[in-house]
């Protein structure tokens, strides 16, 4: 029989063993979303970006077609972004882009957290490539979009089946912090949740103004 002792689970996500890949968020490739609210994939997009440069995490952001056919990207990550460099592409499967693989391997994480649009084309070809490549992968569904629900969920389906590991934004945001006890992220953590996180925010918002109180008793 095992013996517990505590301590995190080794494919729990910490802010320095992965890179974040931010594909394809940008306006024309939303419009045909018909799988989450686009509202919705903002909001989460938004939260995502602001997590992963909170906690200082290495992210690689690019684009297809940018100028000729699919438009700027989402404010809230071209916004958050503003100072790195974007990658924009003609391949459909951003691993096939040579800027964008050599961006991976400078970096030289093999733990690759992926989100944007669509998720059964832009999304799909990354991952399976990077899996049959030895990296491990994560993919934050509720930050990516198709055309359908059944494109998106056959999409989830066949790159959990290859090994890809699913998540949400906020898990996400929620895993890098994983104590509330780590006062230097405490208050990005509940701020960007407070004003992003839905119901869960608003709960933040009620418990610290009517009673003072914190999350982890801070």
């Known amino acids: ?47 995502l970006s602001r997590a992963a440069v909170g906690f ?32 924009d592409r ?3 499967n951003a691993w096939e882009d040579v800027p964008v693989v050599q961006r991976i391997n400078e970096i030289g994480k093999d ?9 059964s084309v832009c999304i799909v070809g990354p991952v399976l490539s990077a899996i049959e ?36 934004s906020l898990q996400y945001m929620l895993e890098l912090q994983r104590d509330w006890a780590r006062g230097e992220t405490y208050g990005l953590t509940t701020g960007i949740a407070r004003e992003l996180a839905g119901g869960y925010g608003i709960g933040i918002q009620y418990a610290k103004a009517m009673f003072g109180a914190q999350e982890g008793g801070h």
């Open 1 to 47: 029989m095992p013996k517990a002792s505590p301590g995190p689970s080794s494919t729990l996500l910490t802010p320095t063993d992965h890179t974040l890949v931010l594909i394809d968020h940008q306006s024309q490739m939303a419009f045909a979303v018909r799988s989450i609210d686009v509202g919705s994939l903002r909001t989460n997009a938004a939260l």
């Open 90 to 92: 003609t391949t459909m």
């Open 56 to 87: 200082g995490v290495s992210t690689i952001v690019t684009t297809v077609a940018e100028k000729s056919f699919s438009g700027p990207l989402f404010p809230e990550i071209g916004d958050t972004f503003a100072k790195g460099a974007v990658y």
């Open 111 to 119: 733990r690759l957290v992926f989100a944007g649009l669509w998720t």
């Open 133 to 168: 490549q030895g990296f491990q992968t994560y993919v934050v569904t509720d930050a990516c979009g198709d055309v359908s629900d059944e494109a998106h969920e056959r999409a989830v389906t066949r790159m959990v089946q290859a090994g890809a590991v699913p998540m949400t």
